[in-house]
């Protein structure tokens, strides 16, 4: 069965730090892309970044871009997502995601909310 579990949300200062973790099983974990998501209350999910699985090729949204680095440790199965110089527009429901590169399986993790707010 696969699981994806998010950590490291929290209530952030504007202009601080955050790594979220996302803890996976299940599957071949280095034969995925991975992704995170975002999802602020009244707005759509949005992507946020995404990285390759064998050649950790990385993109990000352009509100992102260079503040947010997306990363994989195939050895313990995670992917992170560091967030420096958050904004409170970055107050959303962080979301890990994966999508199967063979059929259409996607796979969701319950979400770690992250709050920048002064």
């Known amino acids: 069965q696969v699981h994806l579990v998010e950590s490291g949300g929290g209530l952030v200062q504007p202009g601080g730090s955050l790594r979220l973790s996302c803890r996976t099983s299940?599957?071949?974990?280095?034969?995925?892309?991975m992704s995170w998501y975002r999802q602020a209350p009244g707005k759509e999910r949005e992507l946020v970044a995404t990285?390759?699985?064998?050649?950790?090729?990385?993109t990000y949204a352009e509100s992102v871009k260079g503040r947010f680095t997306i990363s994989r440790d195939n050895t313990v199965n995670t992917v992170y997502l560091q967030m420096n110089n958050l904004k409170p527009e970055d107050t959303a429901a962080y979301y890990c995601?994966?999508?199967?590169?063979?059929?259409?399986?996607?796979?969701w993790g319950q979400g770690t909310q992250v709050t920048v707010s002064s």
């Open positions: 995601n994966t999508k199967s590169p063979w059929t259409r399986d996607e796979f």
């Open positions: 299940g599957f071949a974990f280095g034969n995925y892309p």
């Open positions: 990285i390759t699985a064998f050649d950790d090729i990385t």
